[in-house]
Nanobody
Framework: QVQLVESGGGLVQAGGSLTLSCAVS????????TGWYRQTPGKSRELVAT???????YYADSVKGRFAISKDNAKNTVYLQMNSLKPVDTAVYYC???????????????WGQGTQVTVSS
């Protein structure tokens, strides 16, 4: 069984920084891609950033230049460094992982439990 555990959310003033972490544990053969999404009440979940197994990163226009996604393959952990935070960044942030649990298994698309990020003005 595979688990995703998120951490790092909280309350920060505008202009501040936070780092989110998503640790993947359990049966893991390969992690193909990981990403961060966010959601506010009444709105659809939106993509924030993704990173492939090869390290290629993609960012939503709204966070380019302010957020950075990275991963530590040895720890099976993905990070989201968030700088110059704005009140509009306030949301629940979710980790998403696309992985293969064992060599002959079908890939899994997994979500973390979500972590609240609140940016005050």
């Amino acid at each position: 069984q595979v688990q995703l555990v998120e951490s790092g959310g909280g309350l920060v003033q505008a202009g501040g920084s936070l780092t989110l972490s998503c640790a993947v544990s359990g049966s893991i053969y390969s992690i193909n891609a990981t990403g961060w999404y966010r959601q506010t009440p009444g709105k659809s979940r939106e993509l924030v950033a993704t990173i492939t197994s090869g390290g290629s990163a993609y960012y939503a226009d709204s966070v380019k230049g302010r957020f950075a996604i990275s991963k530590d393959n040895a720890k099976n952990t993905v990070y989201l460094q968030m700088n110059s935070l704005k009140p509009v960044d306030t949301a629940v942030y979710y980790c998403n992982v696309f992985l293969v649990p064992s060599r002959l298994a079908a890939p899994l698309d997994l979500w973390g439990q979500g972590t609240q990020v609140t940016v005050s003005s």
